[in-house]
C-alpha cells in the first residue's frame, strides 16, 4: 500500500456565481443538494500538465485519471471538505491535499507531482523545448483564465468585475495590491518556473550536454530558448517593473550568484535574447512557435515599450519603426474583423503573427460571452467603453429599442447586446446586461465547458499597424505614413474610406486617436493596460472610471501601475529590492 504524503498546494475559486439565500428554509423534502465543482490539475514542478494520473477523494465520489491537460474535474459533487488523493504511478507515495468545494463554485487545485523529467543528464533540448511552449498555457500565464483576468484588461475603463463573481482577482481589478497577494506571488513565481526551463535549454547548449531526437540544429534551439526567455522576461519587467535577471539554471550553494534586478538590465538581456533569435530563425508561417517574423515583431514592441513610459528611451521609437515595418510585408489584414476571432480559422488567419494555442484546453466561453454563455459571468461593461462606439453623445437611452444600427463593425464583434437561455437569443435592452463579446463562436451551439478552446493572438498585424502609426507619430508628427497605418485599422472596422481619420490633426490629437482605436480594435486581448501605461494614460483612464462608476472606484496612486515585488521573494532574497510605494 502505498503511503500518503501531505503537500502544501494552492486551492482557489476560479469561478463563482451568484447565490441568494432565502429568508427561511424550505420544508426539508424541497431543499436542494448543495452542489459545487472541483477541478484538480496535476503538473510538475516546472508547469508542465501531468496525464493519467489517479485522482479520488475522501469523502469518496469517484475515481477519475487526469486527461491531457492533467484535468481532473468531478462535477456536481455535495459542498464541504475533502481530502484529495493523487496517485502517480511513479511515486511510491501518494499525496493528499485538502480542498473546500463550496455551493456553485468551482474549486480549482493545482497539486505539483515532482520535478520535470526534462532535467536529465544528459538534457534532451526537443523534449524541453516542447514542455517550455506546452507551460505558456498556464493559468498564470497566457490562459483566457490567466492574463487578461490579472493584469491586461481589467482595472481600466473597459470592463470590471462582477461583484458576484470576483474569485482571486477582485483585488487587482481595485488597485487594492500588497505583496502577499496570491495572485501576485504566482505569477512571478509561474514565470521564473518557465524561465528555468528556458536556462536550463541554454546551459546545455552551452556545455554542449544535450542529446536530440530530432537532429535539431543546436544554434536554433538556443535561439527559440532565448525567444522564449526575451517573451517572459518582457511580461515581468511590465508586470513588476524591476524583476531580477536569472540567466543560467545551476545553483551553487558554496557561493550563491548575487543576480541583477531592475528594468536596465532585464531590458538589454531581453533585446540581446530577441536579436539572437531573430538573426537565427528561419521564415515560418507557424503561428505557436518562434520563427525570424515573430522575433522581428516582437522587437519592435519592446522597443516602442522602452520609449514610452517609465524608461522615456525616446530614440527607441526609430528602432521600433525599423524593426516593425519589416513585418507588415509577411501578414495580412483579414477582410473581415470577425475572421480574426473565428474559432474555425485560426489555422488560415493571415493576420495573426504569434499564437498561444490552446487545442482543447477548456479555456472557450470562461471569461467572455453574453449572460448565459459566459461561464462564471465575470466580466461586466464599463459604459465609458461601450459609449467609445457610440461617439458618448449618442449612447441609447434605456430601455434600447432594437435593432440598434453601428457603423463600425467592431461594436458586434466586441459587445453582446443579447443573452442566450433556453435555446433561444434575447435581445437586453439595459446596458448593464450587455457583455463583452470576442472569442466566440455561434451562440446558439451551446459551449462544452472545459472542452473547448481558442488560441490567444499574442500578435497580430492590426497592432503591428497600430504601432507603426504610433512611433512614426512620435517621431514626425502626424505624417501621411502614420495616417495611412491607423486607417487601414479604420477602413476595415468602416468597410469603407469615409471613415477615415482626416487630415489636420496636431501631433497630441492623433496620439489620442491612436489610444481610441487601440481600445476600440484590441479589447480584451490583454494588451490595453500595457498600452496605457506607455502612452502615459491610465490614471485619466481611471479617472474616467471612477467618475461613472461612484460605487466601484479605484483605489489607484501612482506607483501602483506595476505590481509589488512578492513578500515571498524579498523573504528568501536579501539582495531583492521592494518596488518603491509598497
Excluded at 487587482?172 to 528556458?198: C, M, Q
Excluded at 458618448?392 to 459587445?415: K, L, M, T
Excluded at 483612464?541 to 506595476?562: A, C, G, M, W
Aim: glycine residues 6%.
Amino acid at each position: 500500500m502505498k503511503k500518503v504524503l501531505f503537500l502544501f498546494c494552492l486551492c482557489f475559486a476560479l469561478f463563482q456565481v451568484s447565490c441568494s439565500d432565502g429568508d427561511s428554509d424550505p420544508p426539508e423534502e424541497e431543499q436542494e443538494v448543495e452542489v459545487g465543482t472541483l477541478e484538480v490539475v496535476t503538473i510538475y514542478e516546472g508547469g508542465e500538465s501531468v496525464s493519467d494520473i489517479l485522482i479520488s477523494t475522501i469523502p469518496e465520489t469517484e475515481e477519475i485519471i487526469t486527461n491531457d491537460l492533467g484535468k481532473a474535474i468531478f462535477d456536481n459533487i455535495e459542498i464541504g471538505t475533502y481530502q484529495i488523493i493523487v496517485a502517480p504511478s511513479f511515486l511510491d507515495e501518494s499525496i493528499m491535499v485538502s480542498a473546500e468545494v463550496n455551493d456553485s463554485q468551482t474549486t480549482m487545485v493545482e497539486v505539483v507531482v515532482g520535478p520535470t523529467p526534462v532535467s536529465m543528464d544528459p538534457l534532451d533540448i526537443d523534449v524541453l523545448l516542447s514542455a517550455t511552449y506546452e507551460s505558456l498555457k498556464g493559468n498564470f500565464l497566457f490562459d483566457a483564465t490567466g492574463y487578461s483576468h490579472y493584469w491586461g484588461d481589467i482595472g481600466m475603463e473597459t470592463i470590471f468585475l462582477n461583484q458576484n463573481s470576483l474569485g482571486i482577482y477582485g483585488g487587482l481589478d481595485g488597485y487594492d495590491f500588497s505583496p502577499v497577494n496570491s495572485v501576485i506571488t504566482d505569477v512571478w513565481a509561474e514565470h521564473y518556473k518557465i524561465i528555468r526551463l528556458t536556462n536550463l535549454g541554454l546551459d546545455g547548449i552551452y556545455e554542449d550536454d544535450f542529446v536530440t531526437d530530432n537532429n535539431t540544429d543546436p544554434v536554433i534551439a538556443e535561439a527559440e530558448f532565448r525567444f522564449l526567455r526575451a517573451l517572459l522576461y518582457f511580461n515581468l519587467v511590465k508586470l513588476y517593473g524591476n524583476p531580477i535577471l536569472v540567466t543560467t539554471a545551476k545553483i551553487d550553494f558554496d557561493t550563491p550568484l548575487i543576480y541583477e534586478q531592475g528594468r536596465a538590465p532585464v531590458y538589454e538581456q531581453i533585446v540581446a535574447d530577441l536579436k539572437f533569435a531573430q538573426e537565427n530563425l528561419v521564415s515560418s508561417s507557424v503561428k505557436n512557435r518562434a520563427s525570424n517574423e515573430i522575433a522581428t515583431a516582437l522587437l519592435g514592441k519592446v522597443y516602442i515599450t522602452m520609449a514610452g513610459f517609465p524608461l522615456m528611451d525616446s530614440d527607441k521609437y526609430l528602432l521600433a519603426l525599423q524593426e516593425l515595418e519589416k513585418v507588415v510585408t509577411n501578414f495580412t489584414l483579414e477582410e473581415d474583423y470577425t475572421q480574426v476571432f473565428n474559432l474555425e480559422n485560426e489555422i488560415a488567419n493571415s493576420e495573426v503573427i504569434f499564437s498561444v494555442d490552446f487545442d482543447n484546453s477548456g479555456n472557450y466561453g470562461v471569461p467572455w460571452g453574453p449572460k448565459g454563455i459566459s461561464i462564471n459571468d465575470r466580466f461586466l461593461l464599463s459604459s465609458g467603453f461601450i459609449g467609445e462606439f457610440f461617439n458618448n453623445s449618442e449612447i441609447p437611452s434605456e430601455p434600447v429599442a432594437f435593432p440598434i444600427s453601428i457603423e463600425d463593425s467592431r461594436f458586434y464583434q466586441n459587445i453582446a447586446t443579447f443573452s442566450y437561455q433556453n435555446g433561444s437569443i434575447t435581445d437586453e435592452n439595459l446596458l448593464a446586461d450587455w457583455r463583452p463579446f470576442k472569442f466566440v463562436k455561434d451562440p446558439i451551439v451551446p459551449s462544452v465547458v472545459n472542452e473547448e478552446s481558442f488560441d490567444y493572438p499574442y500578435l497580430r498585424l492590426a497592432d503591428i499597424y497600430l504601432l507603426i502609426a504610433e512611433a512614426e507619430n512620435a517621431i514626425n508628427g502626424p505624417t501621411i505614413k502614420a495616417y495611412d497605418a491607423l486607417n487601414l485599422i479604420r477602413r476595415r472596422a468602416f468597410g469603407d474610406l469615409n471613415h477615415d481619420l482626416q487630415p489636420g490633426l496636431s501631433q497630441n490629437e492623433f496620439f489620442n486617436a491612436i489610444i481610441r482605436e487601440r481600445k476600440l480594435e484590441l479589447c480584451f486581448e490583454g494588451q490595453l493596460k500595457d498600452d496605457l501605461i506607455r502612452m502615459q494614460a491610465l490614471e485619466v483612464e481611471i479617472s474616467n472610471f471612477n467618475e461613472l462608476h461612484p460605487d466601484r472606484v479605484k483605489d489607484f496612486q501612482s506607483h501602483k501601475y506595476i505590481w509589488p515585488i512578492p513578500q515571498e521573494e524579498i523573504t528568501l532574497n536579501p539582495n531583492a529590492i521592494q518596488n518603491p510605494g509598497y
